[in-house]
Structure formats: structure tokens, C-alpha cells
């Protein structure tokens, strides 16, 4: 496999892969499971979509550190019907992602499963050493900001298990290189991925920083998809997850810009020192709960 990354200089074909760290530069390494009926079912995405958005899940805590991806390492399980097509198709939508960022598929391994695919990402990237992104920096007063528009992926789950549709794919893209002109320009406080939902991801930097938060109900960017549910179009915002939008805080004083790297930005709230979150729809106030994903929580 041709290696894209000068950082890879041994990738698949021996026992390990060998990178070549730059002087100055930390490692990142994150690892992400997609599982089938949890993550994705094949019977409602293509092997693209889910090979893309596979490799999404890593791709995007790497861009939430502001970090540069290197390499990526994928332990694949495959039920023994899974046909040899499927999974030239499943790499097909991953490599293609892969080279768009840069990043060499480095090695990982293979084995049957019992029942259905399992796959697990690993990420290597790097930032320079002490600058990478954080969630724990958020400050009593910073503004809260997140990328792009909530509520697509939630939207399309929604349809499917209602069978108001049989199929659809979602391509959402990690937003690497927001997080890089965040960390180099030293604007965010701390920063998080949207995989889990913006409540259960923005709860993380609250704890993290020891703040709370309060949030305009009003200022959420919410998806088209999601919108066309109407009265449920802010719960799925909220709560849907799968999203892979940058949240990041920044201090009152910092002029964020509208949008970074052809990216809208949109400031949805403040943080505040009293430790839970407030959302204030048409001027109200009302507790805001972490109700995003949360993996073993009864259901």
C-alpha cells in the first residue's frame, strides 16, 4: 500500500508500523469501536458510509485536540456470510476518506466474528508539545461555540427505525482543519468532539472545567434534516449525536469569526460558575440534562 504520510515509514506488511515522531511534536492516540446494531446496520447504509464514517470517529477527537492525523490502525471483525464485496466497499469509502486527510491505513488485523461486523479504529496524530486542545481549560464567562449544523444523523436514525425511509447515507466530515486554526491561534479554552450529543459532550467540558453552562435555545444551529421534525427539531440537536461538529469555548474578549476554514460558527451560550447547565428557550430558563449517548445506561 503506498504511504502518503512522510511520519509512516513502515506501514503494513511486517509485525508493527514504525513512525517518526517530529522533534517538538506530542503524540495523540485515540480508538473508537464501530459496532453493527449499535453504530450502523447494514441494511440501512452502504460499506461507504460506514467505512467513512468509521474512520470519522477518530479523525474527529483528533481534529477536537487540533491535532494533525498520521496514521490509522483498523482491527476488523467480519461475520463468516459477510460477503468479500461488502468489504472492498467498506475500505473503499475509509481509504478514501483516509487520503483526503493524509492518513496511511498502518496496519491492524482481521479475525471472523460470531455475529455481525465489528471494527476498531485507532488514530495516531500529533500537536506540538503543550498546545494540544483540551477539555478542562473552560474558563467562568468564555462563550460557547460549535461548527457547522446539529441534528442530520439523529434526523436520518429517526426516519429509518420509523421506516419512513429504508436507506440513507450520511458522510459527515471531521473537522481537522478548524481544530488546527484553533490551537495554533490560541483562541479555544477547551474543545470536544459531537459524538455523543451536544448536551452529554458539552456536560464533558463543564466537569472537565468544573463550570457550568447556559445555552440559547434560539442560537442552536440546527440541521434542515432535523428541522422537518418540527417540535422535535431541538431535542434531536440536543441530544442526537453522531454530529462530529467541533464544541469549543473561547474567552469573552476573543473575536471568533463566523466561520474558520469555510466552516460556519455559531456562539450558542456562556459558561458560568455554578455547576449545571441552563437552556433559555423565548427567554425561559429550564435545567438542561445531559441526554445524548451513553453507553450501559438502561434504556
Given at each position: 500500500?503506498?504511504?502518503?504520510?512522510?511520519?509512516?515509514?513502515?506501514?503494513?506488511?511486517?509485525?508493527?508500523?514504525?513512525?517518526?515522531?517530529?522533534?517538538?511534536?506530542?503524540?495523540?492516540v485515540?480508538?473508537?469501536?464501530?459496532?453493527e446494531?449499535?453504530?450502523?446496520?447494514?441494511?440501512?447504509?452502504?460499506?461507504?458510509?460506514?467505512?467513512?464514517?468509521?474512520?470519522?470517529?477518530?479523525?474527529?477527537?483528533?481534529?477536537?485536540m487540533?491535532?494533525?492525523?498520521?496514521?490509522?490502525?483498523?482491527?476488523?471483525?467480519?461475520?463468516?456470510?459477510?460477503?468479500?464485496?461488502?468489504?472492498?466497499?467498506?475500505?473503499?469509502?475509509?481509504?478514501?476518506?483516509?487520503?483526503?486527510?493524509?492518513?496511511?491505513?498502518?496496519?491492524?488485523?482481521?479475525?471472523?466474528?460470531?455475529?455481525?461486523?465489528?471494527?476498531d479504529?485507532?488514530?495516531?496524530?500529533?500537536?506540538?508539545k503543550?498546545?494540544?486542545?483540551?477539555?478542562?481549560?473552560?474558563?467562568?464567562?468564555?462563550?460557547?461555540?460549535?461548527?457547522?449544523?446539529?441534528?442530520?444523523?439523529?434526523?436520518?436514525?429517526?426516519?429509518?427505525?420509523?421506516?419512513?425511509?429504508?436507506?440513507?447515507?450520511?458522510?459527515?466530515?471531521?473537522?481537522?482543519?478548524v481544530?488546527?486554526?484553533?490551537?495554533?491561534?490560541?483562541?479555544?479554552?477547551?474543545?470536544?468532539?459531537?459524538?455523543?450529543?451536544?448536551?452529554?459532550?458539552?456536560?464533558?467540558?463543564?466537569?472537565?472545567?468544573?463550570?457550568?453552562?447556559?445555552?440559547?435555545?434560539?442560537?442552536?444551529?440546527?440541521h434542515?434534516?432535523?428541522?422537518?421534525?418540527?417540535?422535535?427539531?431541538?431535542?434531536?440537536?440536543?441530544?442526537?449525536?453522531?454530529?462530529?461538529?467541533?464544541?469549543?469555548?473561547?474567552?469573552?474578549?476573543?473575536?471568533?469569526?463566523?466561520?474558520?476554514?469555510?466552516?460556519?460558527i455559531?456562539?450558542?451560550?456562556?459558561?458560568?460558575?455554578?455547576?449545571?447547565?441552563?437552556?433559555?428557550?423565548?427567554?425561559?430558563?429550564?435545567?438542561?440534562?445531559?441526554?445524548?449517548?451513553?453507553?450501559?445506561?438502561?434504556?
Amino acid at each position: 500500500m503506498t504511504q502518503r504520510n512522510s511520519a509512516v515509514r513502515l506501514g503494513i506488511g511486517d509485525d508493527c508500523a514504525i513512525l517518526r515522531i517530529a522533534p517538538g511534536d506530542e503524540v495523540l492516540v485515540t480508538t473508537d469501536f464501530s459496532l453493527e446494531g449499535v453504530h450502523f446496520r447494514r441494511d440501512w447504509q452502504s460499506p461507504e458510509c460506514i467505512g467513512h464514517r468509521c474512520l470519522t470517529r477518530g479523525l474527529s477527537d483528533i481534529a477536537a485536540m487540533g491535532g494533525r492525523p498520521v496514521a490509522a490502525f483498523l482491527s476488523l471483525a467480519l461475520p463468516a456470510n459477510c460477503p468479500a464485496k461488502w468489504v472492498d466497499r467498506f475500505f473503499r469509502g475509509l481509504l478514501k476518506l483516509a487520503s483526503r486527510y493524509g492518513v496511511d491505513l498502518a496496519g491492524g488485523d482481521t479475525a471472523q466474528s460470531s455475529d455481525g461486523v465489528l471494527a476498531d479504529i485507532a488514530i495516531v496524530g500529533t500537536a506540538p508539545k503543550g498546545t494540544a486542545l483540551r477539555r478542562s481549560g473552560a474558563r467562568p464567562g468564555d462563550s460557547i461555540y460549535v461548527t457547522g449544523a446539529l441534528g442530520e444523523s439523529a434526523a436520518a436514525l429517526r426516519q429509518l427505525s420509523t421506516q419512513k425511509s429504508k436507506r440513507r447515507d450520511i458522510f459527515p466530515e471531521p473537522r481537522i482543519a478548524v481544530g488546527q486554526w484553533l490551537r495554533e491561534r490560541e483562541i479555544a479554552s477547551a474543545a470536544i468532539d459531537i459524538s455523543d450529543g451536544l448536551s452529554t459532550d458539552l456536560s464533558h467540558i463543564c466537569e472537565e472545567s468544573g463550570l457550568g453552562a447556559v445555552i440559547e435555545a434560539a442560537a442552536i444551529p440546527i440541521h434542515p434534516a432535523a428541522r422537518r421534525f418540527r417540535k422535535q427539531a431541538l431535542e434531536l440537536a440536543l441530544h442526537g449525536g453522531e454530529d462530529y461538529e467541533l464544541l469549543f469555548t473561547a474567552s469573552g474578549r476573543t473575536a471568533v469569526p463566523q466561520a474558520i476554514a469555510g466552516v460556519t460558527i455559531s456562539k450558542i451560550g456562556h459558561l458560568v460558575k455554578r455547576k449545571t447547565m441552563t437552556l433559555v428557550t423565548n427567554g425561559q430558563p429550564r435545567a438542561l440534562k445531559a441526554e445524548g449517548w451513553e453507553h450501559f445506561r438502561a434504556r
